[in-house]
Structures are given as structure tokens and as C-alpha cells.
């Protein structure tokens, strides 16, 4: 220890005071020799003799990770009442994220990106769904923003038997619709790569839905435009396919500008997670 710069001694005796779920940093074999980084935040008072939700939180895509020991802020103090209310909250770093495991490891994503990590992601949950028994299979959900708003409508398309519940915050339904810097940098120009586009784009994949979707976008979203929410509106229509859908006036990406909204938000995830994934053990 050199010096210590600040000690958050206000926030850590607030702590003290919770009934803290626990946290876990484990690895999950999905192929012969491919091993996926993972944690898990389970109830304070877990019984192993019953059955759990699983709540699947996902990024997965190449600009960043989810699994890393640091302080999750309020998104993490969501998490950590939800374990409260007995859900077990999940993260898996995929291949093809930031992670520090090599070239190969970083790499292995491009011109597949919502392709490959949809595959790993889906085989890690199968993997723990039996490694931890006292997870319900038949409650299994999944969540992310923008990128991983993206993997949650790629999961629930494309596994529907896996995944029952998702909330996909500002996700990408159509990569033809995102910003070329991001998107030809992973997955090469379009006309070069035709199928990868077609294939990553959960929008492709619409009809095979099956579980309770929630979609939330701000109308004013200046990183993921509004149109590519609204054409996937349009196919799930088209398809008969059931969801429900909050639109947030004037909000950009964070969807947090405005008197009262980052509580509505919050609000109304935990409330849709309550009716679609039911907490607590069976």
C-alpha cells in the first residue's frame, strides 16, 4: 500500500447495513477447449434444495466485458436486490470481448458478431443449468443494453427454448443499421460479408420467438437510432408475436434524462421480471 486515495467509508458502512447477496467469479466449459469466464450473485440465504430463476445479465459483443471485479453501481445495486428478492443473477464474458485472454481469444469474433457469441452464451448457460442444480430451468431469463440488448433479442430468438424472459434495452435488431465505424471494424463491409450480417442480425430470427419480451428505447437515442427498434416492432407484428414495449420521450442512449426516469426505468424491469420470471425458490 502506497496511499490510499479515498476511503468511501460513508458508502461502506451503508453496506454493512444490507443483507449482502454473494458473489462468485467462476469459469464454465463450453467446448473441448474453450473455457468462458462467468460470476454470480445468489441470494443471501441460497437452499440448495430448491429451485432458482436464473437471470442472465449480457454484453458479449467486442467492445467491452461484464465479468470483472469492480463496483457495479447502481446497476449493481439492482442486481444485488433482485438476489435479495431471490432471483440468481449471472454474467458471461463470451468469446470475442475485452477480456484479457489473447489474440486468438479477441479475434475469433470478427465477421460474426452476434453469431458467435450468441452460441457461446447460450452453451454456458446449458453448462450451469447442470453444473448448479438448484437452478430452474424453466426460468431462465436474459437482459442487456444496447449491445447486449442486442445478444437478449439473439438469445431469445435463436434459443427459444432456453431463454423465457428477456428485457432488451436500445439494442441493434438490424447491424445495417448501426455505425460503420463500429460495425465494418468487427464485421468487415457488408457487400463483403452478406451473410454475417444477415445471420447477426437478431431481426432475421423474429418468428422463432416464444418467451415474454420487454423493449425499451429512448426515441431520441443518439447512439442506436430509433429506426431499427421501430422495424423490429414491425416484423414481430407482422409475425403475431407478443411483447410489450416502453418508448422513453426525449431520452438518448442512457435513457436517464428527465425528473423520475431512471426510477421508472428500474421500476418497470423489475416489475416485468416479477410477472415473467417469478422470484424465489420452488
Do not use: C
Not at 432488451?168 to 463483403?192: G, H
Not at 451473410?195 to 431520441?220: A, D, F, R, W
Not at 426525449?250 to 423489475?270: C, P
Amino acid at each position: 500500500m502506497v496511499r490510499t486515495l479515498e476511503k468511501n467509508q460513508a458508502l461502506h458502512d451503508k453496506l454493512a447495513k444490507l443483507k449482502r447477496p454473494k458473489t462468485e467469479f467462476f469459469r464454465v466449459k463450453i467446448g473441448k477447449d474453450v473455457e468462458v469466464d462467468a460470476y454470480t450473485v445468489r441470494p443471501p440465504d441460497l437452499d440448495k434444495t430448491k429451485k432458482y430463476p436464473l437471470l442472465i445479465y449480457v454484453y458479449g459483443e467486442p467492445a467491452g466485458q461484464t465479468v470483472v471485479d469492480r463496483w457495479g453501481g447502481s446497476g449493481g445495486m439492482w442486481h444485488w436486490m433482485l438476489a435479495q428478492q431471490g432471483y440468481v443473477v449471472m454474467s458471461i464474458d463470451n468469446r470475442g470481448t475485452t477480456a484479457p485472454r489473447g489474440n486468438a481469444w479477441r479475434k475469433s469474433i470478427y465477421r460474426q458478431v452476434g453469431i458467435l457469441a450468441a452460441r457461446d452464451q447460450a452453451a454456458a448457460v446449458r453448462q450451469v443449468l447442470k453444473d448448479q442444480p438448484f437452478l430452474d430451468a424453466n426460468r431462465v431469463g436474459v437482459w442487456g443494453w444496447s449491445g447486449g440488448g442486442s445478444m437478449t433479442l439473439n438469445a431469445m430468438f435463436k434459443f427459444p427454448d432456453l431463454y423465457h424472459t428477456g428485457i432488451s434495452i436500445a439494442p441493434v435488431p438490424n447491424q445495417r443499421l448501426y455505425d460503420t465505424i463500429y460495425q465494418e471494424r468487427y464485421m468487415s463491409l457488408p457487400k463483403d460479408n452478406v451473410e454475417g450480417y444477415k445471420n447477426g442480425s437478431p431481426i432475421t430470427y423474429v418468428k422463432q420467438l416464444k418467451g415474454k419480451l420487454l423493449l425499451i428505447h429512448g426515441t431520441v437515442d443518439d447512439n442506436v437510432h430509433y429506426q431499427g427498434m421501430a422495424k423490429l416492432i414491425h416484423e414481430l407484428v407482422a409475425h403475431n408475436k407478443k411483447f410489450e414495449m416502453i418508448a422513453y420521450p426525449n431520452r438518448t442512449h442512457s435513457i436517464r434524462e428527465g425528473k423520475g426516469t431512471t426510477l421508472h426505468l428500474r421500476t418497470a424491469m423489475t416489475d416485468f421480471l416479477r410477472r415473467a420470471l417469478p422470484p424465489g425458490p420452488q
